[in-house]
């Protein structure tokens, strides 16, 4: 019971509102439109004006006015009376009249609400009632399928109504993405691609050009809220930043809207690094953007959406030129050259029929003396009740001149005006089908439910002069977008030029246009791009977009632009800081032809050549004191020693390789060791035949055997460096480290305790040869070797004390240089301590290179040491015999005489050793 008083009651309300609204169209209503009788009547909803009056603050259902006359949209209610007519003037559907019922919504979904109620009443009905059941299945409304509405905020509250009866519903215009979700909009179609592929077209249009921080501005609707947040979603996936959101209110007082605007331009102005800025919107919200824009001559790039895209308002602002680059996406567009003849030339008796040419119509007469420019703002401005009261009538010349003038023309929306016309295509195909029509008659009755008329619309696929009708799965077009660039041509601002395309099955831009790649030169970044060889690094701001270029450090790199890190270069490259490649290290070592190296190889070189000389005045000179005292035929070991040790100066320098590494060392070590083994041996000889107990001197003899004192010491020398190289021994390795962009080829010495033993083991021996020259220094003048040999062995320790430090402290390819000098100062101090004396008295003092000269030498030392230890011994005697008697002093003095003769038989016989060695 309780559920059938509800119905009745419904079913009332709706009758009365149905009869009410027939009774508000009796009068003159801005939103009742036009209707042509048929078989088949289709709705249609269009907003030929912008808005309502008062809407904000009504209090009571009254009915509305609308304000702001669109002469787009009467251009939209054009092409679909011209798709009708098209459809029935052709063989398509032989022997049907295809009617239409044409509504105005004012851009406001509650007056498109009130048109779709009118479709819903039930045919045939005489009150214009909609009756309410539980099923609509054989319900039969006055409306097969409704074409429309423009935006999606009025589609989107039309298509939940419509639901109800599966009533088709094909949109030319609404692009929202919601609208495809067929689980809330199952009969919702259109004739467009979604607002999903056209935010895709924007973000590839801004990726393009490398704009990374723009702004985006929308209008509080539905299809303005859902582009913007779907291009904010794809932009930022992409690395793009959005700087500003600004969201223009759609339903408010102007003042209210007007407030809001100043905010986003102060927002705009200072904003400074953003030059693009996306827009989805209303027409008339942009136009009160660009007004003020205007006064700050601010020029940026606008991305406009479809529906403002060619909105022809916008380009007869004053000063719209100043405000920079606007870069629309408008829909495909097809031939339409027959809708053109046709607004050319209106029908006669379309005054009769079409209320809203007839409104138009009078507008221009209101109009008539205004020039073009300023003629739709004219029209835009009327209010229809002063020309209800003020229209006087309009002559015949007026009327000719109103027809025949291209004023509709200019204003045909191409995208929007195709899609009107596929749309009707698409019904009267689907229509086509479901009655089962041939080329003579259709065989099916009209009385079909809607949803039969949907389901043939969803398999529509036909194609009319190359453009392919059909919708996909979610109902959508997938044709594409046209990409225009607004030019001003004459001191006028065009729209008409396309630059480019978007390809939605292949998702590219595809450029027409030269002026396309003009937008390469604006920038829109909040940082400019990092160069190759630096990285960004994030500022403390929240965006990405936003942060600091920093060098990439010593030795790494990056090689692209924007780097978000550097890569370290291999191991024999190098970079210097901020580098964008790596450069190959070159490789370094003590060549022979460096100058430095070429003066060590000349001290070498004049070392050996001073051996040589050597070598040949003492082998001619072999049986001469000099050389003799100098050892003899052992002095040329020594020789080829210090030979050896120069030679070794060129296996250190040059370029090193594993056999190089490998001797240098053990060659320098085992000559020089050999070296001063001979020098042990003469100081040993020396302190035997001068210096020790006479008593002692056989035993000691015995024990001085030279070639095994050289031998030994040489030998436990090659056992050292023949362990060093068996184990751990030299070999050639690349410094990669040590030097920032050279490799330092050098010789890793292996084991550098061997390394210290083995110089360790010569700095003993030479310590040893030091001590014993030491104590065999006072010798006679004419062969006083022993001071010599002192000498050579404080060079030595001269040299290697500051060899070390020098060698730790020193890096590069001087390195080995370190050592050669080293080699070079003790090689010369012993080559010059113990030959070049020689060699002076061998070639200047003759006359001291003879045996007796030798001998008497001799005979003064020893005569010298006697009479310093008699001279002592006198003192200590004359002190000693003072108290005694003289008798006793007389017997010490025969004593004192005793010693001294056993003394001068001794130094004759240690002169006789010293011969015989």
Same mark, same amino acid.
Request: aromatic share 12%; with cysteine; proline share 3%.
């Given at each position: 019971?309780?559920?059938?008083m509800?119905?009745?009651?419904?079913?009332?309300?709706?009758c009365t509102?149905?009869?009410?609204?027939?009774?508000a169209?009796?009068f003159?209503?801005?939103?009742?439109?036009?209707?042509?009788?048929?078989?088949i009547i289709?709705?249609? #909803?269009?907003?030929?004006?912008?808005?309502?009056?008062?809407?904000?603050g009504?209090?009571?259902p009254?009915g509305?006015?609308?304000k702001?006359?669109?002469?787009r949209?009467?251009?939209?209610?054009?092409?679909m009376i011209?798709?009708?007519?098209?459809?029935?003037?052709?063989?398509?559907?032989?022997?049907?009249?295809?009617?239409? $019922?044409?509504?105005?919504?004012?851009?406001e979904?509650?007056?498109?609400?009130?048109a779709?109620?009118?479709?819903?009443s039930?045919?045939?009905s005489?009150?214009?009632?909609?009756?309410?059941?539980?099923?609509?299945?054989?319900? #039969?409304?006055?409306?097969?399928a409704?074409?429309?509405?423009?935006?999606? $905020?009025?589609?989107?509250?039309?298509a939940?109504?419509?639901?109800?009866?599966?009533?088709?519903q094909?949109?030319y215009?609404?692009?929202a993405?919601?609208?495809?979700?067929?689980t809330r909009?199952p009969? =919702?179609?259109?004739t467009?691609? %979604?607002?999903?592929?056209?935010?895709?077209?924007?973000?590839?249009?801004?990726?393009?050009?490398g704009?990374?921080?723009?702004?985006?501005?929308?209008?509080?609707?539905?299809?303005?809220r859902?582009?913007?947040d779907n291009?904010?979603?794809?932009?930022?996936?992409?690395g793009?930043?959005?700087?500003?959101?600004?969201?223009?209110?759609?339903?408010s007082?102007?003042q209210?809207?007007?407030?809001k605007?100043?905010?986003?331009v102060?927002?705009i102005?200072?904003?400074?690094?953003v030059?693009?800025?996306?827009v989805?919107g209303?027409?008339?919200?942009?136009?009160?953007l660009?007004k003020?824009?205007?006064?700050y001559?601010?020029?940026?790039?606008w !991305?406009a959406s479809?529906?403002w895209?060619?909105?022809?308002?916008?380009?007869?602002?004053?000063?719209?030129?100043?405000?920079?680059?606007i870069v629309?996406?408008?829909?495909?567009?097809?031939?339409?050259?027959?809708?053109? %003849?046709?607004?050319?030339?209106?029908?006669?008796d379309?005054?009769?029929? +079409?209320a809203? *040419?007839?409104?138009?119509?009078?507008?221009?007469?209101? /109009?008539?003396n205004?020039?073009?420019?300023d003629?739709?703002?004219?029209?835009?401005?009327?209010?229809?009740?002063?020309?209800?009261?003020?229209?006087?009538?309009v002559?015949?010349?007026t &009327?000719?001149?109103?027809?025949?003038?291209?004023?509709?023309?200019?204003n045909i929306?191409?995208?929007?005006v195709?899609?009107?016309?596929?749309s009707?295509?698409?019904?009267?195909?689907?229509?086509r089908?479901?009655l089962?029509?041939n080329?003579g008659?259709?065989?099916?009755?009209?009385d079909?439910?809607?949803w039969?008329?949907?389901?043939?619309?969803?398999?529509?696929?036909?194609?009319?002069e190359?453009?392919?009708?059909?919708f996909d799965?979610?109902?959508?077009?997938i044709?594409?977008?046209?990409i225009?660039m607004?030019?001003?041509?004459?001191?006028?601002?065009?729209?008409?030029?396309?630059i480019?395309?978007?390809? !939605?099955? $292949?998702?590219k831009?595809?450029?027409?246009?030269?002026?396309?790649?003009?937008?390469?030169?604006?920038?829109?970044v909040?940082s400019?791009?990092?160069?190759?060889g630096q990285?960004k690094l994030s500022?403390?701001?929240?965006?990405t977009?936003?942060y600091d270029?920093?060098?990439?450090?010593?030795?790494?790199?990056?090689?692209?632009?924007?780097?978000?890190?550097?890569?370290?270069? *291999?191991?024999?490259?190098?970079?210097?800081?901020?580098?964008?490649? /790596?450069?190959k290290?070159?490789?370094?070592?003590?060549?022979?032809?460096?100058?430095?190296?070429i003066?060590?190889?000349n001290?070498?070189?004049f070392?050996?050549v001073?051996?040589?000389?050597?070598?040949?005045?003492?082998?001619?000179? #072999?049986n001469?004191?000099?050389?003799?005292?100098?050892?003899?035929?052992?002095?040329f070991?020594?020789?080829v020693?210090?030979?050896?040790?120069?030679?070794?100066v060129?296996v250190?320098?040059?370029?090193?390789?594993?056999?190089?590494?490998? @001797?240098?060392?053990?060659?320098?070590?085992?000559?020089f060791?050999?070296?001063v083994s001979?020098?042990?041996?003469?100081?040993?000889?020396?302190?035997?035949?001068?210096n020790? +107990?006479?008593?002692?001197?056989?035993h000691?003899?015995?024990l001085?055997?030279?070639?095994l004192?050289?031998?030994?010491?040489?030998g436990?020398q090659i056992?050292?460096?023949?362990?060093?190289?068996v =184990?751990?021994?030299?070999?050639a390795q690349?410094?990669?480290?040590?030097?920032?962009e050279?490799?330092?080829l050098?010789?890793? $010495?292996?084991?550098?305790?061997?390394f210290a033993?083995?110089?360790?083991?010569?700095?003993?021996?030479?310590l040893i040869c030091f @001590?014993?020259?030491?104590k065999?220094?006072?010798?006679p003048?004419?062969?006083?070797?022993?001071?010599f040999?002192?000498?050579?062995?404080?060079?030595?320790?001269?040299?290697?004390?500051t060899?070390?430090?020098?060698?730790?402290?020193?890096?590069g390819?001087?390195?080995?240089a370190? &050592?050669?000098?080293?080699?070079?100062?003790?090689?010369?101090?012993?080559?010059?301590?113990?030959?070049?004396?020689?060699?002076?008295i061998?070639?200047?003092k003759?006359?001291?290179?003879?045996?007796?000269?030798f001998?008497?030498?001799?005979?003064d030392?020893?005569?010298?040491?006697?009479?310093?230890?008699?001279?002592?011994?006198?003192?200590?005697?004359? @002190?000693? /015999?003072?108290?005694?008697?003289?008798?006793?002093?007389?017997?010490s003095?025969?004593?004192?005489?005793d010693?001294?003769?056993?003394?001068?038989?001794?130094?004759?016989?240690?002169?006789?050793?010293?011969?015989?060695?």
């Amino acid at each position: 019971m309780l559920r059938s008083m509800f119905l009745y009651n419904v079913f009332f309300t709706l009758c009365t509102l149905s009869f009410n609204m027939l009774r508000a169209c009796e009068f003159f209503d801005d939103s009742v439109g036009t209707r042509a009788p048929g078989d088949i009547i289709i709705g249609g #909803l269009f907003p030929v004006h912008e808005k309502v009056v008062h809407i904000v603050g009504l209090k009571k259902p009254e009915g509305q006015k609308c304000k702001g006359f669109d002469v787009r949209g009467l251009i939209k209610v054009l092409a679909m009376i011209h798709s009708i007519e098209m459809v029935n003037n052709s063989t398509l559907l032989p022997g049907i009249k295809l009617g239409y $019922e044409l509504y105005d919504t004012c851009t406001e979904p509650t007056m498109a609400l009130r048109a779709a109620l009118r479709f819903l009443s039930k045919f045939n009905s005489s009150d214009n009632c909609i009756e309410v059941q539980c099923n609509y299945t054989d319900y #039969l409304p006055t409306v097969k399928a409704v074409i429309g509405a423009a935006t999606s $905020e009025v589609s989107i509250a039309v298509a939940k109504l419509l639901n109800l009866y599966l009533m088709p519903q094909i949109s030319y215009s609404s692009s929202a993405k919601i609208l495809s979700d067929k689980t809330r909009f199952p009969a =919702f179609l259109r004739t467009i691609p %979604n607002d999903d592929y056209q935010t895709k077209a924007m973000v590839k249009l801004v990726q393009r050009f490398g704009w990374n921080w723009v702004g985006t501005i929308a209008s509080d609707d539905d299809y303005s809220r859902s582009g913007i947040d779907n291009f904010i979603s794809q932009a930022e996936s992409l690395g793009v930043c959005i700087s500003f959101q600004e969201i223009i209110p759609f339903y408010s007082l102007d003042q209210i809207i007007n407030s809001k605007i100043k905010e986003i331009v102060n927002t705009i102005i200072n904003r400074t690094k953003v030059n693009v800025i996306v827009v989805f919107g209303k027409g008339s919200h942009i136009i009160e953007l660009f007004k003020e824009l205007s006064a700050y001559n601010i020029s940026k790039v606008w !991305i406009a959406s479809d529906s403002w895209s060619t909105n022809s308002n916008i380009t007869r602002l004053e000063g719209i030129h100043k405000i920079g680059n606007i870069v629309g996406l408008t829909f495909k567009s097809g031939n339409l050259s027959k809708f053109q %003849n046709y607004v050319k030339k209106l029908p006669a008796d379309s005054e009769n029929m +079409n209320a809203f *040419l007839r409104h138009y119509q009078w507008l221009r007469t209101r /109009c008539a003396n205004v020039q073009n420019d300023d003629l739709e703002n004219c029209i835009s401005n009327q209010m229809y009740e002063m020309l209800v009261n003020e229209h006087q009538g309009v002559n015949e010349a007026t &009327e000719m001149q109103i027809r025949e003038d291209d004023f509709l023309v200019n204003n045909i929306e191409p995208g929007v005006v195709s899609s009107i016309q596929w749309s009707v295509t698409a019904l009267a195909h689907a229509l086509r089908n479901l009655l089962k029509c041939n080329e003579g008659n259709c065989r099916k009755s009209f009385d079909f439910a809607p949803w039969e008329l949907l389901e043939e619309l969803k398999n529509v696929n036909l194609t009319v002069e190359g453009t392919k009708i059909q919708f996909d799965p979610s109902g959508d077009f997938i044709s594409g977008y046209d990409i225009l660039m607004w030019k001003s041509i004459n001191g006028k601002m065009e729209f008409n030029h396309t630059i480019a395309e978007y390809s !939605i099955q $292949e998702d590219k831009i595809i450029i027409k246009n030269s002026r396309f790649n003009d937008l390469k030169v604006i920038l829109s970044v909040c940082s400019s791009h990092c160069k190759p060889g630096q990285i960004k690094l994030s500022s403390e701001d929240q965006y990405t977009c936003c942060y600091d270029c920093v060098n990439c450090s010593i030795n790494t790199f990056s090689n692209t632009t924007d780097a978000q890190q550097c890569f370290h270069c *291999l191991e024999d490259e190098w970079a210097p800081m901020g580098s964008a490649i /790596c450069n190959k290290k070159r490789i370094v070592f003590l060549d022979w032809s460096n100058g430095f190296s070429i003066v060590l190889l000349n001290f070498s070189a004049f070392g050996v050549v001073l051996i040589i000389i050597i070598v040949v005045i003492f082998f001619k000179n #072999l049986n001469t004191p000099v050389v003799k005292s100098n050892g003899g035929s052992m002095c040329f070991i020594m020789l080829v020693s210090l030979l050896l040790s120069f030679v070794s100066v060129g296996v250190l320098l040059g370029k090193p390789s594993n056999v190089t590494c490998k @001797i240098r060392q053990p060659l320098f070590g085992i000559s020089f060791t050999l070296s001063v083994s001979c020098a042990l041996t003469k100081s040993l000889k020396i302190l035997l035949a001068f210096n020790f +107990n006479p008593a002692n001197q056989k035993h000691l003899k015995n024990l001085y055997r030279p070639w095994l004192i050289k031998g030994f010491c040489t030998g436990l020398q090659i056992v050292i460096c023949t362990m060093w190289l068996v =184990f751990n021994g030299p070999k050639a390795q690349r410094d990669t480290k040590r030097l920032p962009e050279e490799i330092f080829l050098e010789c890793n $010495e292996g084991s550098y305790i061997a390394f210290a033993v083995m110089l360790g083991y010569i700095a003993f021996l030479a310590l040893i040869c030091f @001590i014993f020259a030491f104590k065999g220094r006072k010798l006679p003048e004419n062969y006083n070797e022993a001071k010599f040999i002192t000498f050579s062995m404080l060079i030595y320790f001269i040299s290697w004390i500051t060899f070390v430090p020098v060698h730790v402290t020193t890096h590069g390819m001087y390195l080995p240089a370190v &050592e050669v000098v080293t080699i070079l100062s003790s090689t010369y101090g012993i080559l010059c301590c113990h030959f070049f004396p020689k060699c002076y008295i061998i070639l200047f003092k003759k006359k001291y290179n003879t045996t007796t000269s030798f001998l008497k030498n001799l005979y003064d030392y020893s005569l010298k040491s006697a009479n310093s230890k008699i001279s002592l011994n006198y003192s200590v005697n004359t @002190i000693s /015999c003072k108290p005694l008697k003289n008798n006793n002093c007389q017997k010490s003095e025969n004593i004192n005489s005793d010693s001294f003769v056993l003394n001068h038989k001794i130094n004759r016989i240690s002169r006789k050793r010293f011969a015989s060695c």
